[in-house]
């Protein structure tokens, strides 16, 4: 069963840094698409889409609102999927989730069957 657990969330300013990290476990994740979605606060607030990238790294997306400021990376030798996210705006908080989908030839939404717990970003302006 796969397991996926966020960390490195917390309260930051505008312009500042975070770095938050997935552990997975479970599985061998070499074919695996993973990604990085957010929920902002409020009703009304969808899920949205943040960044995604092939578990070798040679494909990643970004979504427009963070291209620039954010990176997704892998680290194989630890199974941890990182998002490096530079001048954060307070439009970014939101819940962090990673998710993991086992079609690494699809990067629908739909395919990812697998999810953390979230972790909380705020940004103070």
């Known amino acids: 069963q796969v397991q996926l657990v966020e960390s490195g969330g917390g309260l930051v300013q505008a312009g500042g840094s975070l770095k938050l990290s997935c552990a997975a476990s479970?599985?061998?994740?070499?074919?695996?698409?993973m990604a990085w979605f957010r929920q902002a606060p409020g009703p009304g607030k969808e899920r949205e889409f943040v960044a995604a990238t092939s578990w070798s790294g040679r494909s990643t997306y970004y979504a427009d609102s963070v291209k620039g400021r954010f990176t997704i990376s892998t680290d194989n030798a630890k199974n941890t999927l990182h998002l490096q996210m530079n001048s954060l705006e307070p439009e970014d908080t939101a819940v962090y989730y990673c998710?993991?989908?086992?079609?690494?030839?699809?990067?629908?939404?739909?395919?990812?069957?697998?999810w953390g717990q979230g972790t909380q970003v705020t940004v103070s302006s």
């Open positions: 479970g599985r061998t994740f070499s074919n695996y698409n």
């Open positions: 998710a993991g989908s086992p079609d690494g030839s699809s990067w629908s939404e739909g395919g990812y069957d697998s």
